[in-house]
């Protein structure tokens, strides 16, 4: 776990340069002293030194919107392609990289950016002044006063501001944060054991990882035989060029790259596969390729061959098809939801003023060549409600669908349909051991239920695992009666933010499961497709 400085320092005036505005400030470093005693770090004479991969120096405050200046003289040793770097949640100015430049990293950036060499700029192992300013909601990025590169941030909230060593040793001798500042996010510790897999290398299978280029946002489909898988993601966040690659031994082992029909280069989303069945008992595997207007291509040959992207219709969406499920309703019907926030659904969209979420529903009647306009199944400005996950009831009953909160108001919701998507239950929060992004699961061979989700949470409370790849087991009468589950697990520490985990899941007929993902599994890289298999029975001798 990374190691952070948990401490909410009095608050100090200064004045800001603008208007003599007075920003609260709150020292992490003062006059070469810790403000606490943190983990990797200590006291010198004159300076706080800390080195390691996990001991980041965190200021435990919040900034909020508005004008603030961050300054730290610090001095780097070990410095050569250290990847030691200040980082505000997931965006990241490195000091020296890999490349030996200085380098950003995050989505305000748009990914890693390599900006010159770190010696034309600072002196390695020198004492420097470095400054983070933001006003009129664009961030300066200083070092000796010299502008290196500045970006807009549309003056959002930040949670997480502080140093990172990683490689080298960092020397500070002063370090402060001055704006908007607010109490941290309070720390939770759940009420179920938390299983790390981080650093269990057996598990992990790397599916693709291409230098310099972002590999992201994967989704699978396991074929009948139980052990072909198919996974296919895009080059780039969440659009661009989708990539397709098969197992054939349960996700021991990937294909190079297969070849894919010319319109899949024009992926404007994220693409989702779906096993499909008709009334005739032909099956086909769709993939979903969204934004406006949403695309499906089709096979009826297992992948061996695919159609072009053709248009489903005068509508699009955002994270087209979060998920789909086989009605009852008759053979070959489904019912599909995902969401849009007013860009996508129309050819002309556009967001409102306050910005309102859309839960959409849509139905196929002939195993998933066409599919109904959609109808809204929720809408709010209040609660962002998205990128739905579906799980039918063991007694197959009751479907039930896992919701994202966008704004980051209230934890993950839950939604029941008693009658086969037709009506749905008004949604309700879910515990924050379920809390996070794009849920997606698979009951286990002893009838529990196992889901996975990226990490991430309401701004009034910080998971222990906040950013990574997380996992959840229990039953689904945890999700009707709101129990917290057996317990959590982390697969996968990811080192940019929260930019991670659209994952896929299988379960192979030994009840192996395959959960496959992208990640910034290592620090300063981009993003890659990795999978981690386990069993039930594994994790919970590991839970005891």
């Keep these: 776990m990374k190691a952070h400085l948990l401490i909410f320092f009095g608050l100090l005036m200064f004045s800001a340069t603008r208007g003599g505005a007075e920003l609260a400030k709150v020292s992490v470093v003062k006059k070469g002293e810790l403000a606490a005693t943190v983990a990797g770090w200590d006291n010198r ?16 405050c919040a900034l909020g919107g508005g004008e603030f200046h961050i300054f730290a003289r610090l001095r780097i040793l070990k410095q050569e392609k250290s ?54 909601g664009e961030i300066m990025f200083l070092i000796n006063g010299r502008k290196i590169i500045s970006v807009d941030d549309g003056d959002r909230e930040y949670t997480k501001i ?89 996700g021991l082992t990937w294909s190079e790259r297969l070849p894919t029909p010319e319109s899949w280069a024009t992926s404007k989303e994220v693409p989702t596969l779906h096993r499909v ?39 699009g969406g955002i994270v087209v098809m979060g998920c789909l499920e086989e009605l009852k309703t008759g053979s070959g019907h489904y019912v599909a939801l995902f969401h849009d926030d007013g860009r996508f659904f129309t050819e002309k969209g ?19 060549l066409s599919w109904s306009f959609p109808e809204v199944v929720y809408e709010s400005t209040e609660v962002h409600l998205c990128e739905p996950g579906i799980v039918r009831s063991p007694d197959g009953q009751q479907l039930a669908v896992l919701l994202r909160e966008n704004r980051r108001v209230k934890n993950s919701h839950i939604i029941f349909s008693n009658d086969e998507g037709e009506s749905w239950t008004a949604p309700r929060e879910l515990p924050n051991e379920l809390t996070g992004d794009r849920h997606t699961g698979k009951y286990l061979p002893d009838g529990r239920l196992f889901l996975t989700f990226r990490d ?36 996968k520490e990811n080192h940019k933010g929260a930019d991670c985990t659209y994952p896929g899941v299988e379960v192979l007929p030994d009840g192996t499961v395959v959960t496959t993902t992208y990640g910034h599994w290592d620090v300063g890289e981009q993003p890659f497709i990795l999978s981690v298999r386990f069993k039930g029975e594994e994790l919970d001798a590991k839970a005891k």
């Design 277 to 315: 069945i008709d009334a005739g008992g032909r099956k086909r595997i769709i993939m979903w390729s969204g934004l406006y207007p949403a695309r499906l291509a089709v096979t009826e040959d297992d992948g061996q061959t695919w159609s072009e992207l053709e248009k489903a219709g005068d509508w």
């Design 456 to 491: 991430n949470t309401p701004k009034s409370w910080k998971s222990p695992t906040a950013g990574d790849w997380a996992g959840w087991i229990g039953t689904y009468d945890d999700l009707v009666r709101g129990t917290p589950g057996q317990y959590r697990i982390r697969f």
């Design 83 to 136: 990847a030691a770097s200040f980082f505000l949640d997931g965006m990241h100015f490195g000091f020296e990289g890999a490349a030996e430049t200085i380098f950003v990293n995050g989505g305000a950036f748009g990914g890693l950016k390599l900006l010159k060499r770190s010696t034309e700029v600072f002196e390695r192992e020198s004492w420097i002044d470095f400054e983070a300013i933001r006003r009129a």
């Design 350 to 368: 556009s967001r409102e003023n306050p910005v309102r979420f859309k839960l959409f529903k849509t139905f196929s009647t002939d195993g998933g």
């Design 45 to 60: 004479d004159g300076f706080a030194s800390g080195a390691g991969k996990t001991h980041d120096l965190t200021a435990n």
């Design 162 to 250: 502080g140093l990172r060593p990683w490689r080298a040793t960092l020397q500070v001798e002063r370090f402060s944060v001055a704006g908007n500042v607010k109490e941290p996010p309070t720390p939770f510790k759940f009420a179920v054991p938390l299983i790390d897999l981080d650093q269990d290398k057996r598990r992990q299978v790397v599916v693709d990882r291409e230098k310099g280029q972002y590999l992201g946002h994967p989704t699978t489909c396991l074929l009948e035989d139980g052990k072909t898988i198919l996974c296919v993601y895009p080059k780039g966040h969440g659009r661009g060029p989708i990539v397709y690659k098969r197992s054939g031994d349960g």
